[in-house]
C-alpha cells in the first residue's frame, strides 16, 4: 500500500495559512497593500504547486541508482554513489535523493530509524553520507522528492527502491598476532586433473627439486610438471576458530558493543591468517552454524555474514571440547558459559572482549550515543535505560591452557 507523503513542507504549511489569513482581514478592513502582498504569496504557492506537480509526474517512472561502498564499514566516511537523478527539472525546483530505514546495531532486536539526504548536483552523479557508527544490519528504502528552491512543496517522485546492508565492524585498534597452525589436521592428495598422467603429478612450485620435475611432459602441456608419488600426501594446516556469541536477546547497548568488538576482533584475525599463509584452512564455528573459509572469496562471504550474527541463547555445551585439539575462542564479557567452557576445553588463544575497570591503564575502545544523532540515527529508547548494563562480568576467566588476550570497550553518553 503506497505511503501518504504530503506535498506541503511545514514551512510551506505556515506560509499558505498566513497568507490566508492575511488575505482575510486585508479584505476585511479593505487593506489593499495587504491584499496584493497575500495574493502574490498564494500566486507564488500556487505556480509552484502547479510546476511541481507537472515535474514529478514526468519523473513518477524515474529509477535512480543507489551503489554502496562494496563492504560497508562502520565508522567510515565512504559515500554512496546516486545515479540518474541529472534529469531536466522544472524551474525553481531542485530533486533530492532521500534514504530512511532502520539501523539494527550488532543484529539486534531493537533498531533505531536512520535519515540520509542528498541533492541532485546539476551535472554527474550524486554522493550520499550515509555513516554508521557500529556493525550490523541497515534495512532501508530510497525515494526521491522534488523540492522548490524556497522550501514550501516537496513532491515524490522516481519508483522506490528497498536495500539491506551488511555493515561490518570498524577495524581493531590492536596489533594482530602471530599465528601458528598445527598441521596435520586434514591429508589432502593432489589429484589436480581426470587425466592419468597427471594424476601422479602437480604443477611446478618453487622450492621443488629440479630433478623431479617431468620434463617430457611439461613440453607437451607448455607447463612444468613436478613427479610425485601416489602415496605421497600433503599436510593441509588447519585453524579451528569459535565465535562464542552467547549473550542477552534484548541486550544494551553496551553488551551490543562488546559484541561488535569482538567481531572487529576475530576479523582481524582471519585477515593475518590469509596474509600469513594463504594455504591456511580456516573453520569457524558460532551459535549460528559453521563456516570453512580457504579462498579470499570465501573470507569476504563470511565477513559480510558476521555483520548479521546477533546474540544467541547460551545452551547446555556438554563435549564441546571433543571436536578439536586446539581452539582459538573468541567471546565476550556476556557469555555467562565461558569460564566452565574453558576449564573443559583445551585452548591455545582466548579474545576476550570486557568493560574496562576502574585501573585499566590499557587503550579502551569507545561509543558514544552522540556518535548516533551525530549520523542521522535516533537512538532506540531500550537502549537509554541501560547505558551501563550491570549485569556483564567483568572478572577474568579461569586459567586456561592458553594465554588470554582482553581487549577492553566502552560506551559513553
Known sequence: MPRFRPVLTLTGFAVVVLALVMLVKSLSARNAYEIVLATAVLGVCLVLCILGAWGASKLAVLEPGWKPPVSVTAGTAEASLITGIDVPLPWFF????????????AASRYGCPVHAETSAPPRGAARLNLSFPMSGVFHGESFCRLR???????????????????????????????IEAYSGAEDR??????????????????????????????????????????????????????FRNYGPAGASLEALWLLDRAKARLAQFLRAVREEQAS?????????????????????????????????????????????????????ACDAGLPGF????????????????????????????????????????????????????ILTPPQVHGRIEIDYAEVQL
Request: hydrophobic share 35%; net charge neutral; with cysteine.
Open 94 to 105: 531542485r530533486l533530492h535523493f532521500v534514504v530512511k530505514g532502520r539501523f539494527f546495531p
Open 280 to 332: 591456511y584452512m580456516i573453520h569457524v564455528r558460532a551459535a549460528e552454524g559453521s563456516w570453512e573459509i580457504e579462498d579470499e572469496d570465501e573470507l569476504d562471504a563470511f565477513l559480510e555474514a558476521l555483520a548479521g550474527i546477533p546474540f544467541s541463547p547460551h545452551r547446555n555445551e556438554a563435549g564441546a571440547s571433543a571436536g578439536s585439539p586446539e581452539l582459538y575462542v573468541f567471546s565476550t
Open 148 to 178: 522548490d528552491i524556497f522550501g514550501f512543496f516537496s513532491f515524490p517522485c522516481a519508483l522506490p527502491l528497498r536495500r539491506t546492508l551488511m555493515v561490518r565492524s570498524a577495524p581493531c585498534l590492536k596489533k594482530p598476532l602471530h
Open 342 to 393: 574453558l576449564l573443559a576445553c583445551q585452548t591455545r588463544f582466548v579474545f576476550l572482549t570486557r568493560p574496562a575497570a576502574a585501573e585499566t591503564s590499557e587503550e579502551i575502545e569507545k561509543l558514544s550515543v552522540r556518535d548516533f544523532t551525530a549520523r542521522g540515527f535516533i537512538p532506540s529508547p531500550h537502549w537509554l535505560p541501560r547505558i551501563k548494563d550491570r549485569s556483564i562480568w
Open 189 to 242: 592428495r593432489n589429484k589436480t586433473s581426470s587425466n592419468e598422467e597427471r594424476y601422479y603429478m602437480r604443477e611446478y612450485t618453487p622450492g621443488d627439486r629440479f630433478r623431479d620435475i617431468n620434463w617430457k611432459s611439461s613440453d607437451r602441456i607448455d607447463t612444468l610438471i613436478t613427479r610425485i608419488s601416489p602415496d605421497n600426501q600433503e599436510k593441509v594446516s588447519r585453524i579451528e576458530v569459535y
